[in-house]
T-cell receptor, first 112, second 113 residues
């Protein structure tokens, strides 16, 4: 079946790196996403990775994919207070790219 | 381009009433999606349209829910005989054909009292 799991909370010090982890169960997952949701705002697509890639880097964001273990991570370098939000891991398959399956979200809080 | 817009942003209704939400996608996007998000959870897929055709519906979409996209542009989601369990954020997203990225609107928060 389809399931995406992630830890509920993460607290990091400002300036440190944040690493948010996610596991998924669907071996046919083709696209894996990270979305950000700030209070009162919609979901913002941060980045996505194809399942045939191991890593993708975009400015302060680094996505790592371990397809064998079905593990996805998002690293945010030099975490800032503006990074405080809920981060959702999500996946879709090639055959049903219309339907994105989301995890429950990880709430990232930043300590001064 | 102003992005995906949804109206209203908030709706409070009494149990048993009908409600209708509207979504306007990004203008050149021919795919439109509806999701529901309850407190502390990620969004759950409800249905999607390719132009005016509704191509997939989740089992979450009970008979009280109906979605339309009559001209392939904006879409409406109607909930009949609302129940307290319908209280949630209803999110709309749009994309181009077979695009990986879906762009989300700000959502309509429904509270059923």
């Amino acid at each position: 079946g389809e399931d995406v799991e992630q830890s509920l909370f993460l607290s990091v010090r400002e300036g440190d790196s944040s690493v948010i982890n996610c596991t998924y169960t669907d071996s046919s997952s083709t696209y894996l996403y990270w979305y950000k949701q700030e209070p009162g705002a919609g979901l913002q697509l941060l980045t996505y990775i194809f399942s045939n890639m191991d890593m993708k880097q975009d400015q302060r964001l680094t996505v790592l994919l371990n397809k064998k273990d079905k593990h996805l991570s998002l690293r945010i370098a030099d975490t800032q207070t503006g990074d405080s939000a809920i981060y959702f891991c999500a996946e879709s398959t090639y055959s049903s790219a219309s339907k994105i399956i989301f995890g429950s979200g990880t709430r990232l809080s930043i300590r001064p | 381009d102003t992005g995906v817009s949804q109206d209203p942003r908030h709706k409070i209704t009494k149990r048993g009433q009908n409600v209708t939400f509207r979504c306007d996608p990004i203008s050149e996007h021919n795919r439109l999606y509806w999701y529901r998000q309850t407190l502390g959870q990620g969004p759950e897929f409800l249905t999607y349209f390719q132009n005016e055709a509704q191509l997939e519906k989740s089992r979450l979409l009970s008979d009280r829910f109906s979605a339309e996209r009559p001209k392939g542009s904006f879409s409406t989601l109607e909930i009949q005989r609302t129940e307290q369990g319908d209280s949630a954020m209803y999110l709309c997203a749009s994309s181009t054909d077979r695009a990986v990225e879906q762009y989300f609107g700000p959502g309509t928060r429904l509270t059923v009292t």
